[in-house]
């Protein structure tokens, strides 16, 4: 049953494989309708328009709720669903590193030799998948080289991230709010345990031989001399990390490419003048936000919200990819357009729950799209239409380009 204030029955025949494959018309409708609205197959409320959004992520009435997917895979305390005390010591143990200031000291040094080093793999084919062999490796190289895990190869990493991402996916629950398909875990499951595996080591390592990774910063930052914090207190928000940090500069490199290869004009623009990149990427990332409907918020006393009353207790999923195709906001939404007015946008999310690697990601897809475009001046799209898939995070399954060599 529905709780808008109008009968929507429609609403109740929403499936996950309509969410995942193309949810911008569901959405449509639902910001026109519904903004608010109580969705079956989540089991949850979700919030479609710019507005509710913004009020639900920014509102004191509301705190950080992890998903019912994201509880069941990384487990407490995970930084996404934590608050209070618990939230601010989480975010002090992973914002230093975050910092603008604390990564225009490594970025550089870090992004341009790996985005090089796939970029030499492929330049001289004249032909590529740059999902699969550019934005996913660089991504993954990059947050797992920050994150400490330097002798962790690409292609694992890269399979930690799909088999937790789509386990994540899993979300459709049934008539008892129960997983309606419990199976959909064993991926994320088998990921976590290949996880431990690698980690462990690592984390002996760390605490006697502490070195520049950010988990090993985890581990000593504001502790006591002679004393590092209990890995399984700092295991949650890594596996966490593993998912969102690992998926969002490889798709917010994928989302800019492609909407860029819908527009052959301003990809020559880009490429002609790289500082267009940094404003390709922002319009990227409205057009197809990498975090598209993975976070939730929890009220945490009787309010109502866009004419929806919600008792104390109910759950919000913020879907921020429909939030920035608001047509209120933002004229022809579903066209990539860099040259729109630049208006704020919720891909990174708002709030005190707002992701915070936005710098990180911003600048690693920047110097990587340098690079690419620096190499390959002619790079063209080689296929009639680009296909995306996801829900909770989105982006292109693949990018098949051509050049001349």
């Known amino acids: 049953m529905t709780t808008t204030s109008v009968p929507l029955s429609w609403i109740d025949e929403i499936t996950m494989e309509q969410l995942e494959r193309n949810p911008y018309p569901i959405y449509e409708r639902l910001r026109d309708e519904a903004p608010l609205a109580y969705i079956p197959v989540l089991g949850s409320y979700v919030a479609s328009s710019a507005e509710v959004c913004r009020q639900v992520a920014t509102s004191p009435e509301f705190q950080g709720f992890i998903p019912k997917t994201g509880a069941r895979i990384f487990g407490h305390p995970a930084i996404i669903g934590s608050n209070g005390d618990l939230h601010k010591d989480l975010r002090a143990m992973i914002d230093p590193g ?13 992004v341009r030799p790996i985005a ?72 994320a499951d088998e990921a976590k345990a290949e996880i431990r595996a690698v980690v462990e ?47 969002e500069p490889a798709h917010a490199m994928a989302s800019t490419l492609a ?8 990809l020559e623009a880009v490429i002609d003048e790289p500082g267009l990149i940094p404003r390709a990427i922002s319009e990227g990332i409205r057009w197809t936000s990498p975090i598209w409907s993975a976070t939730a918020r929890e009220n945490i006393q009787d309010t109502t919200v866009a004419g929806v009353h919600l008792p104390a207790g109910s759950v919000v999923m913020l879907s921020y990819g429909s939030a920035n195709h608001d ?48 190499a390959i001046p002619n790079l063209e799209s080689d296929q009639d239409r680009i296909g995306f898939w996801g829900w909770a995070f989105r982006g292109p399954e693949s990018l098949h380009s051509k050049w001349e060599v």
Request: charged share 20%; hydrophobic share 40%; proline share 7%.
């Open 259 to 266: 909407g860029l290869f819908t527009n052959p004009e301003q």
């Open 327 to 374: 047509h209120g906001l933002y004229n022809a939404p579903s066209e990539y357009d860099l040259t729109r007015p630049p208006l704020p946008h919720l891909a990174f999310g708002a709030g005190k729950h707002g992701c915070a690697g936005i710098y990180f990601a911003n600048t690693a897809c920047r110097i990587a799209l340098e690079e690419l475009f620096e």
């Open 98 to 110: 975050l910092q603008p200031k604390q990564v225009d000291l490594y970025i550089e040094d870090m």
């Open 116 to 187: 090089r080093h796939y970029i030499q793999q492929f330049e001289n084919d004249g032909k590529a998948d740059l999902v699969a062999q550019f934005c996913e490796p660089v991504s993954v190289r990059a947050v797992g080289d920050f994150l400490g895990f330097k002798d962790v190869s690409s292609d694992k990493l890269r399979e930690w991230f799909h088999k937790l991402s789509v386990s994540f996916a899993n979300v459709a629950v049934d008539s008892n709010g129960d997983f309606a398909n419990p199976e959909g875990f064993r991926p």
């Open 201 to 247: 080591p690592l984390l002996d390592k760390w605490t006697v031989e502490p070195d520049d990774g950010a988990i090993s910063h985890w581990l000593h930052d504001g502790m006591p001399e002679g004393q590092v914090r209990d890995r399984n207190y700092i295991y949650p928000t890594i596996i966490a990390l593993l998912l969102g940090a690992l998926q």
